[in-house]
């Protein structure tokens, strides 16, 4: 058990704590549930890309999905070995392609036509051969949230299939492309099996055409995903998320890369804000604490259900309460409705399920500077980034004063 209350004593709040532990459990289990077939999980660094979180992962043999060349470089302080790192997204600018290249990570994964012609003329200007990926968007509902449904045609992802076919006959025919792998990650907090399964069967399809035409793909890059327990969803076993996905591959021997981001870290954070006041408004109660949206944004976002455990030694009836922040917006809450017991200036309130898109998503709105993150692990707590003063927060703007 975590003790909060220490730690918040310790290091102030608002606060990140991040179970490391947690997080190698979810990883072992993961990579268990591939065990018989080479894999490598490449961690997408999104979900919570401090360094030291990164470096967790990297100690364990963890490869890193990265969507911008700032990730990039995070992995590699990390440790993370370029033969692991995967660089997607729909926009990347030059510079970004450049590095990647020169960096030589395992591949670039091209989300239309006209990045790879980017790709393509930078690696020949670089007298390079760049590997690339496709990233496919096979049309299918992942029955999740509309913001983190990514593998419908009405979505920004991928390309169709046709375009994909095309894209590999023509890196396949190109001295300065070399296309190793194919992509597909059709939403994020998936939590049926299906979608998986038949985006995964279209994607193998895809490759066994390839090889008709003999182009040979190293790896079958099956995107992250995989759901969490929030509130009460019925999560997907990693056992069964690997079955369904390698059943598909019948007689295809690739090698599976997965980019799972919140099953690793997210259930592993925990945020703590402390108790500033009650207060009520007509028949309305509020709780105000010292963490708000620019913190964690998801409950503002996508009205996220974070659980929340009150710490108190108050008693009484349990009573909802609408939990909000110091921001100077409506949409700052946290939790709307949600049954507390009476509180008092300096409890604390742990929000869960905080390890994943919590302090990555954060922000200096209001000008407030981001929270502290602690890490613990067999039992010992230690600090792995710094609050941030208001000197942080004012440091690129201070000089234009004088003018
Ligand atoms: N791979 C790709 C290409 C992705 O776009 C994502 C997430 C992942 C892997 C990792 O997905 P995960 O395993 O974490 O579900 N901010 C939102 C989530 C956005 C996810 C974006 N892409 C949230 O707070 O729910």
Known sequence: MIDFKKLAQEYGTPLYVYDFDYMTQQYEELKEAFRGRKSIIAYAVKANSNLSVVRHFAKMGSGADCVSIGEVRRAFLAGIPAYKIIFSG?????????????????????ESEAELDRVELIAKELGKVSRISVRVNPNIDPKTHPYISTGLHDNKFGVDLDSAKRMYIRANNSKHLDPVGIHFHIGSQLTELDPIREASEIVADLVRSLQAVDIELKFFDI??????????????????????I??????????????????????????????????QNGVKRFVVVDGAMNDLLRPSLYNAY?????????????????????????????AKDYKL???????????????????????????RGRSAEVAVEGGEARLIRKRESFDDLIALEKEFLEN
């Open 90 to 110: 729909v926009g990347k600018s030059d510079d970004e392609i450049r590095e990647a290249i020169e960096r030589d990570i395992l591949y670039i994964n091209v």
């Open 246 to 279: 390698l059943g598909t591959l019948t007689a295809l021997d690739m090698t599976i890369l997965c980019e799972p981001g919140r099953f690793l870290t997210a259930n592993a954070g925990y945020f703590i804000t402390k108790v500033l006041y009650e207060k």
């Open 341 to 367: 017991p009476p509180l008092k200036h300096n409890d604390l309130l742990v929000i869960k399920s905080a390890g994943a898109y919590g302090f990555g998503m954060g922000s200096n709105y209001n000008t």
């Open 223 to 244: 995107g992250g995903g995989l759901g969490i327990k929030y509130d009460n969803e019925i999560t997907i076993k990693p056992y069964d998320y690997a079955q369904a």
């Open 306 to 334: 974070h659980e929340i455990e009150a710490i108190t030694e108050s008693e009484g009836a349990l009573r909802e309460a609408d939990i909000v922040g110091p921001v100077c917006e409506s949409g700052d809450f946290f």
